[in-house]
C-alpha cells in the first residue's frame, strides 16, 4: 500500500481552482481541477491519501485524482 500525505501533493492552487471552477464530483481531491478520468484514491481522517481498493478503518472514502496528480502521488509515495 502506497501513501502520500494530503499537504504534500496539494498543489498551491487548489483554493483558486475550486473557487474559480466550483467543486464537482469529478474535481481532483489535489489540485482541484476537474478531471475526465476516473482514477480514484482513498483520504483518510488524518489526510493521508493510499492507493488501496478496500477501504482502510479510518476511510473518508474515495476522491477523484487526475492524471498528473496520480503520477505526482506515485513519485512521492512511501
Known amino acids: 500500500m502506497k501513501k502520500v500525505y494530503l499537504e504534500d501533493i496539494r ?3 487548489y483554493d483558486s481552482n475550486i ?5 464537482h464530483s469529478d ?3 489535489c489540485c482541484g481541477q ?3 478520468q476516473r482514477s480514484f484514491i482513498q483520504m ?3 489526510c493521508w491519501l ?3 481498493d478496500k477501504e482502510v478503518e479510518d476511510s473518508q ?7 498528473e496528480c496520480l503520477k505526482k502521488f506515485n513519485r512521492l509515495a512511501r
Open 11 to 13: 498543489s498551491n492552487r
Open 19 to 23: 473557487e474559480r471552477l466550483g467543486e
Open 27 to 29: 474535481t481532483c481531491i
Open 34 to 36: 476537474r478531471t475526465a
Open 44 to 46: 483518510t481522517t488524518s
Open 50 to 52: 493510499i492507493d488501496e
Open 61 to 67: 472514502g474515495m476522491f477523484p485524482i487526475g492524471p
